[in-house]
Each structure stands twice: as structure tokens, then as C-alpha cells.
């Protein structure tokens, strides 16, 4: 039996090799240069294949000249520099598509604590004695407000890396409760949009003033009170340090928080100035920042002069982790003329006196809280904050003067980005006039991040 190959079918067998490679050892978009040389390969088999049928067929040169298709690498989709990011083709931008998918069941015993579809639980919302809400108890429902999307983008440069980060969510202004017979339709607001070149930011995103790291691990969206929460346009500039410090300086959107400010009234000339400096370590994080602000009055305020106050604030914050795992933060915060940089604090910065001028009122709060693993999946924390106000009575009565509250959960974290959760909410709010109210809600969460 002959065993020997024609000319030929050795150079078909060498194609089907080539060939077999490529199936049977996949590669990705990042193994450009194995791709390259597999294709040189394939190209001399087909030319010597070629040749080889010139010279049975006895002529000089080819009739027809198929084409080679090749692939353009420049089109190719690739891994970008984050997870779940492509590199987009063409560029060196990495672009992702992210969120959270949140769906909740809220049972509250006590008043509906907010007007905005109930989805607030912050003491500073429970209702009081006389509010058209306070006599509704028992109120249920389940929502899927608090569900966000996002686009992040980063794109190296010579200047460090560009991101830019635009966010919204569904939890925006009062929906239409008598909605839920239909559609339970909601409104998309914005939370972020950001741009940030190297060290500078320059958008809407969380204030510089506010540490979120310090925050409880919980799932009702607002509290403990004591803390700052907020977003708003700011210009920010941070410089890193070598022994793991950071510090960040920022001039941010000013907001005349008195009793009565409106955008008719209220004057707001200059940006609130605003310094952090945080320093982390192996075991958690220390961190101090501070504030100063211009309120302003103009002369069309009822009973009320233009004039002008400065207000400030300072806060420490921070988190250890113990040698078991578990995990203590806490928050302190406190200033005169604060007003909305404290939870429940808003509109309460200055009061108007009798000659119409204003004064800063002075305000203090903070929280400390504790996380707890039961298992490697199961964990539960508790935490307890307040906010307290000196106003001046006859020109607020209505203001907070003491708010308290306290979340107690369990949490289950099965995988990785999937999160369930039980959490008991209690509140307690005191204005100036005298009046209470309180806040006790039952709260099952699901949440899908992706």
C-alpha cells in the first residue's frame, strides 16, 4: 500500500492543522499578536495550495485570484480596565453599564412617615399631631423606587485618567399614589453626573463634606440621623499622599436654608467651601473635614432685611474593623449655621430675628453603629444616631428640635451581588412647639447589583 502523500495533500493537511488550532484552542481579542501569526500561517498553505493546482492543471498563472477575508483587529471588542467593561473598538475608552435592581415591602405601624410615596423612613419625616397623615397606621405597600442605573466611562490620559459617571434612580418627586391600580409608575431623577480629569472633579455627586465609608450597612435608603447626606454640583481638587492620607478641597452649590427661603427671597452670592482629610490604615479609616458658608437674605423676605451670615461646620467620622471581622463606625458632626449639612437640618441653618436679620443657629448630631457576622453569608447591624437644634423658638416652632433613630437587620448575601434583607426602623422627632411624632416600620429588601 502506498503511504506517501501528494504535494498536495500535504499542504491541505497543514491548512486543516492550522485550521484545528484555531477551534480547538480559542483565544481572546487580547492575544492580537497569536491571531496575527496564525493568519500568516494560513496564508502561505493557501498560496502553496495554489501553485500546487497550476502546476497539475499546466497553467502559468491562476484564472481566478480568491479573496482572503481577514480580520480587522481594530473592530475587535475587548476586556476593559474595570469589571464588566469593553475597551470600546477603536479607542482607548473603556465604557460599562451598571445598577442596582431594588425591590421593597414596607409595612409602617406608626403615621406614613413621608408624603413621597412612603419610601422615606428619616425621623425628620414622621408626621405630627395635626398633619393630614397622622392618622393613617398600618399603611403597606411594595415599591421598586430605589432602583439605579449608570454609565461610567474612563479613558487614560496624559493628564491621568478621565471618568465620567452620569446616575439616576426612580425615587423622585411624589408620584401618584392612586398610580398603583395601574402601573405603579414612577419618576427617573438624576443622582450623579460627574466628570473627573486626574485629581479634579467637576459635576454633581456626593458632597465633599460627607462620608459615605462611615455609613451603616442597612437597607432603608435614609438614616441614621446625625450624618450628612447629600448631592450637588461642586468643582473639587484631591491630592494623595504617599503614607496613605488624602486631601481634598472643594467649592460646592450654595443653598440659603432658612424658615421661609425660596429662590425669590433668598440670596446665595458665594460657594460653600469645603475641606476633607482622610487617612486609612489596615484595620479601617480616620477622617476630618470642615465648612464654612454665606447665607443671604434679600429685602423682599417678609418682615426681613437683606443681610447676611456665615455658618460652619466640622465633622469626624471613621470605621474599625476587629480581629474578628465585625466592624464599628461612627460619625460626629457639628457646627453653627450647619443647618442642612446635618440630617434633619434643612431650612434650620439661621432663623430671621425681629429686626428682620439673620442669626446662625447651632446644631449637633452624629451616630455610631456596629456590623456583626453571623456566618459567611449572614450578617446583621444596628446602629443609633441624633440630630439636635438650638433654634430660636418664636421664629421656628414648627423646626426639629430632637430626632433619634435606630435600624436593626439581618442580611443575607448568598453571592456575590445579591443581597436580601429584614430591617426593623424606629424614629422619634420633637419640633419647637412641642409636638411628637415617632416612626416603627418593617422593611424586606432585595437587591441585584449588576
Keep these: 500500500m502506498n503511504c506517501l502523500l501528494s504535494p498536495k495533500s500535504l499542504a491541505l493537511s497543514g491548512l486543516l492543522s492550522v485550521c484545528l488550532s484555531l477551534c480547538l484552542f480559542p483565544v481572546v481579542a487580547d492575544e492580537a499578536d497569536e491571531i496575527a501569526e496564525l493568519k500568516r500561517q494560513i496564508d502561505i498553505v493557501a498560496q502553496r495550495i495554489a501553485k500546487l493546482e497550476l502546476q497539475e492543471s499546466g497553467e502559468t498563472e491562476a484564472k481566478e485570484t480568491i479573496p482572503i477575508k481577514t480580520v480587522d483587529m481594530k473592530n475587535v471588542v475587548k476586556r476593559g480596565d474595570r469589571r464588566n467593561s469593553i475597551l470600546i473598538p477603536g479607542t482607548q475608552t473603556s465604557l460599562s453599564f451598571g445598577g442596582r435592581l431594588e425591590t421593597s415591602f414596607i409595612h409602617d405601624f406608626d403615621p406614613r412617615p413621608s408624603s413621597r410615596g412612603g419610601d422615606i423612613a428619616s425621623a425628620s419625616s414622621a408626621k405630627l399631631p395635626g398633619d393630614p397623615e397622622f392618622k393613617i397606621r398600618g399603611d403597606t405597600h411594595l415599591t421598586a423606587r430605589n432602583s439605579v442605573v449608570n454609565i461610567i466611562t474612563t479613558t487614560p490620559t496624559r493628564f491621568g485618567q478621565l471618568r465620567t459617571h452620569i446616575e439616576g434612580d426612580f425615587n423622585g418627586p ?78 460646592e452649590n450654595p443653598y440659603s436654608d432658612f424658615n421661609g427661603a425660596d429662590d425669590e427671597n433668598s440670596a446665595d452670592n458665594y460657594p460653600d467651601l469645603i475641606s476633607f482629610y482622610r487617612y486609612e490604615h489596615d484595620r479601617g479609616h480616620v477622617q476630618f473635614a470642615g465648612l464654612l458658608r454665606r447665607v443671604g437674605i434679600e429685602e423682599n423676605f417678609p418682615g426681613g432685611a437683606k443681610d447676611h451670615a456665615t455658618g460652619w461646620g466640622l465633622n469626624h467620622t471613621g470605621s474599625y474593623r476587629l480581629p474578628w471581622d465585625d466592624r464599628i463606625t461612627w460619625y460626629i458632626n457639628f457646627g453653627d449655621g450647619i443647618g442642612r449639612y446635618l440630617d434633619g437640618g434643612r431650612r434650620q441653618g439661621v432663623t430671621v430675628n425681629d429686626e428682620g436679620k439673620l442669626e446662625t443657629q447651632f446644631g449637633y448630631g452624629g451616630f455610631v453603629s456596629y456590623r456583626h457576622w453571623w456566618t459567611k453569608t449572614f450578617s446583621s447591624s444596628i446602629d443609633f444616631g441624633t440630630s439636635n437644634f438650638k433654634l430660636n423658638p418664636e421664629a421656628s416652632s414648627t423646626s426639629n ?44 429588601t432585595s437587591r441585584f447589583t449588576y
Design 174 to 251: 411624589p408620584n401618584n399614589k392612586g398610580s398603583r391600580g395601574t402601573t405603579n409608575r414612577t419618576v427617573f431623577g438624576l443622582r450623579h453626573a460627574y466628570g473627573q480629569l486626574g485629581n479634579v472633579l467637576f459635576g454633581h455627586y456626593w458632597t465633599s463634606y460627607m462620608d459615605r465609608t462611615a455609613f451603616p450597612t442597612k437597607i432603608n435608603g435614609t438614616g441614621p440621623v446625625g450624618r450628612t447626606f447629600m448631592r450637588q454640583g461642586q468643582l473639587r481638587y484631591t491630592h494623595q499622599f504617599e503614607n496613605g492620607g488624602q486631601w481634598a478641597v472643594a467649592l
Design 401 to 444: 428640635k430632637h430626632l433619634y433613630s435606630s435600624n436593626l437587620n439581618l442580611l443575607w448575601e448568598p453571592v456575590n451581588r445579591i443581597r436580601f434583607g429584614i430591617e426593623y426602623i424606629w424614629g422619634r422627632r420633637e419640633v419647637h412647639d412641642g409636638r411628637k411624632g415617632s416612626i416603627n416600620r418593617f422593611q424586606f
